[in-house]
């Protein structure tokens, strides 16, 4: 079973950045789409970047023009830049992969790195 790798969170501070990194412990193949989504106790897991396999970008609303989102498809490594954080960007944030191919499909999840910002 492939795991999700995730690493780069950690606290800062309001205004700063951080740069969340997830790299699958194994090869993938057939990658429709990688993602982070985040979560919050209490909450639902909310989707917060995608970057589908055509090459198409979304981006929540609440993180659009702060974050970037960035896959090397050679790896398949997937990152995710956030800048000027707010208090409201503290979750748990999640790394996830989706693909298949003729005979299987996957839906990977990494275990979650905390994000916390506060001063």
């Given at each position: ?89 503290t ?11 003729r005979?299987?499909?996957?839906d ?12």
């Open positions: 079973q492939v795991q999700l790798v995730e690493s780069g969170g950690g606290l800062v501070q309001p205004g700063g950045s951080l740069r969340l990194s997830c790299a699958p412990s194994g090869s993938i193949f057939g990658v429709y789409a990688m993602g982070w989504y985040r979560q919050v106790p209490g909450n639902q897991r909310e989707l917060v970047a995608v970057i589908r396999s055509v090459g198409v970008i979304s981006y929540s609303d609440s993180v659009k023009g702060r974050c970037t989102i960035s896959r090397d498809s050679r790896t398949n490594t997937v990152t995710l830049q956030m800048n000027s954080l707010k208090p409201e960007d979750a748990v944030y999640y790394c996830n992969a989706v693909g298949g191919s005979d299987t499909e996957y990977y999840w990494g275990q979650g790195t905390q994000v916390t910002v506060s001063s």
